[in-house]
């Protein structure tokens, strides 16, 4: 299998994305190609850092970059706070990392999206380099310049747009996650059929179920779910307009996110399969879309092991009215008003504030039985 390159067209702002076997292996070379031997630093948790820091430090020092101090985080959603991001900053200018100098993001999305927000506001702009470890983030939340933390009040409502210089998505490493996390990455890839692509959605629901054995198939989907991501993002970078259809299912998966208190009830791709199956639901009430669309959606996330159901979220859970309540925080909201991702079909989404309340009640008191 071949390294492959993503090129992510915004000018100045452009970047690769890397994808192959063996990157981490030889992050420093692709480093020091691109930036010469500045001085790095970096961010990562407790988990990742027990499975890939040494390698990485490893290549790091083979290119001529042996000081790479790393402040390792408490994994897990939480961490994406104020708490946790004023400690990643009061230590990168504690290592002296100036403008020029790099921040490395080594770790899925909560790292990438925690490490970019501090590369953003340090020193007013220090570049950064993504070097995600999970699919979720391989596929989706390294790319693209999204960077933030959560609220209280909802997820990712704190952040800035800041574009790496480089991702480096090693497809090798997704072999040391857990089937659960494996699984939730995956319903972002599922996403990207669903938004803008059927025939691709066609070939996962083949491929999907032996993906995590197949490096080839694999990197097919890593790599398609990037040049999907890229091409929108090339056009509507900071999210005027298409660049919200990769929200597809965010709506309805943030607030079930921020109702279980961001913990492991219940995970980000999770929540995203869950908000993907009610979109597609709402869109057929709504008379958008096929009745066969959903059951086809909620069909296939149950062949990957995903859940496709509120009632599929352990514990108690916030009424209807509360759900509601929390989608009104979320980024998308204009004038006051709710604006949802539905779709006329597999692969034809498109966004809209014209949602009729007694279905989107529906759509949920549904999903709970």
Not at 291 to 320: K, N, T, W, Y
Request: proline content about 4%; some cysteine; glycine content about 12%.
């Amino acid at each position: 299998m071949t390294i492959e390159t993503v090129h992510v067209d915004l000018g100045e702002r452009a970047y690769d994305v890397r994808i192959g076997r063996g990157l981490i292996a030889r992050a420093g070379e692709e480093i020091t190609a691109f930036a010469g031997r500045r001085r790095v630093a970096i961010l990562t948790d407790e988990n990742v850092a027990a499975l890939h820091l040494d390698s990485l430090r490893a290549s790091l020092a083979a290119s001529g970059l042996a000081d790479a101090p790393a402040l390792v985080l408490p994994a897990g959603e939480a961490t994406k706070c104020w708490t946790q991001l004023g400690h990643a900053v009061e230590w990168l200018i504690e290592q002296r990392i100036e403008r020029k100098d790099l921040v490395i993001a080594l770790g899925g999305g909560v790292i990438g999206d925690l490490a970019g927000f501090a590369a953003a506001i340090l020193r007013r702009g220090v570049r950064f380099v993504q070097i995600p470890t999970s699919l979720l983030a391989q596929v989706d939340s390294s790319v693209g310049g999204k960077t933030g933390i959560n609220s209280p009040q909802g997820k990712n409502l704190i952040g800035s747009f800041h574009q790496p210089a480089l991702v480096l998505a090693d497809i090798d490493v997704l072999g040391t996650l857990t089937p659960r996390d494996f699984r939730a990455g995956y319903g972002e890839v599922a996403k990207y059929g669903l938004l803008g692509d059927e025939d691709f959605f066609d070939w996962l629901e083949t491929a999907g179920p032996g993906l995590s054995a197949d490096p080839v198939a694999l990197q097919r989907a890593v790599r398609h779910s990037v040049q999907m991501k890229a091409g929108i993002v090339q056009r509507d970078e900071t999210e005027q307009g298409e660049r919200a259809l990769l929200n597809l299912g965010h709506t309805f998966g943030h607030a079930l996110e921020s109702a279980t208190g961001y913990s492991d009830r219940l995970l980000h791709g999770e929540g995203v399969a869950i908000g993907c199956t009610l979109a597609f639901d709402l869109s057929a009430r709504m008379g958008l879309c096929s009745q066969e669309a959903p059951s086809r959606v909620a069909a296939h996330f149950a062949a990957m092991g995903l859940p496709s159901r509120i009632s599929d979220i352990p514990g108690d859970l916030p009424d209807d009215e509360a759900l509601i309540a929390l989608m009104g925080q979320d980024k998308k909201v204009q004038d006051g008003k709710l604006r949802f991702i539905l779709a006329r079909g597999i692969g034809q989404a498109f966004v809209t504030d014209e949602v009729n309340p007694d279905l989107l009640r529906a759509t949920l008191a549904q999903s709970r039985r």
